[in-house]
T-cell receptor, first 109, second 116 residues
Framework: GQNIDQPTEMTATEGAIVQINCTYQ??????LFWYQQHAGEAPTFLSY??LDGLEEKGRFSSFLSRSKGYSYLLLKELQMKDSASYLC??????????WGAGTKLIIKP | GAVVSQHPSWVICKSGTSVKIECRSL??????MFWYRQFPKQSLMLMAT?????????EQGVEKDKFLINHASLTLSTLTVTSAHPEDSSFYIC????????????FGPGTRLLVL
């Protein structure tokens, strides 16, 4: 079966760095996405990785290792507004998104 | 980036009535649109995938006669919840693919449905 695993909840301190991990097992692979979702709102696109390596975009970076079925989202210089759920999703061979359950990130002052 | 809108953003209705939710891609043509449902503190659950001009493909366990999907044009898809009941109360989110390439899905802001 297809499976996406990520931690349920993480806590970090304002100004610090946090890494949210995601492991996956899917039928085929056409890329991995990270989305941010604030409570009561729809997800917003953060990043897309299809090749191995690190993609940096401002305070957020995303890493992919296809051989290990592993990705992480790295958030630097954390701000209170970064408190949200972070969803990992993998696009399978049919170009369908398989969603993880999301990681709730709590930022403390 | 690509913009997807949804209307209405909030709807409260009586049990037994039908509710229509619209999803529009504003600045690109969406060859494929997706409808999701999300219950509180749970992840997104894909309900159905629709391609313009063809019938929607429903996920297992989703009643196609209850959740009617129409994707009549490249910029509009509608979801109609027929004979809504309190257990249908949820956050309904559409997404569209086609503007940023075959991979990226862009989400609408969601519609919160409350059935009394």
């Amino acid at each position: 079966g297809q499976n996406i695993d990520q931690p349920t909840e993480m806590t970090a301190t304002e100004g610090a760095i946090v890494q949210i991990n995601c492991t996956y097992q899917t039928s085929g692979f056409n890329g991995l996405f990270w989305y941010q979702q604030h409570a009561g709102e729809a997800p917003t696109f953060l990043s897309y990785n299809v090749l191995d390596g690190l993609e940096e975009k401002g305070r957020f970076s995303s890493f992919l290792s296809r051989s290990k079925g592993y990705s992480y989202l790295l958030l630097k210089e954390l701000q209170m507004k970064d408190s949200a759920s972070y969803l990992c999703a993998v696009m399978d061979s049919n170009y369908q998104l398989i969603w993880g359950a999301g990681t709730k990130l709590i930022i403390k002052p | 980036g690509a913009v997807v809108s949804q209307h209405p953003s909030w709807v409260i209705c009586k049990s037994g009535t039908s509710v229509k939710i619209e999803c529009r891609s504003l600045d690109f043509q969406a060859t494929t649109m997706f409808w999701y449902r999300q219950f509180p503190k749970q992840s997104l659950m894909l309900m159905a995938t629709s391609n313009e001009g063809s019938k929607a493909t429903y996920e297992q366990g989703v009643e196609k006669d209850k959740f009617l999907i129409n994707h009549a044009s490249l910029t509009l898809s509608t979801l109609t919840v027929t004979s809504a009941h309190p257990e249908d109360s949820s956050f309904y989110i559409c997404s569209a693919r086609g503007g940023g390439g075959k991979e990226t899905q862009y989400f609408g802001p969601g519609t919160r449905l409350l059935v009394l």
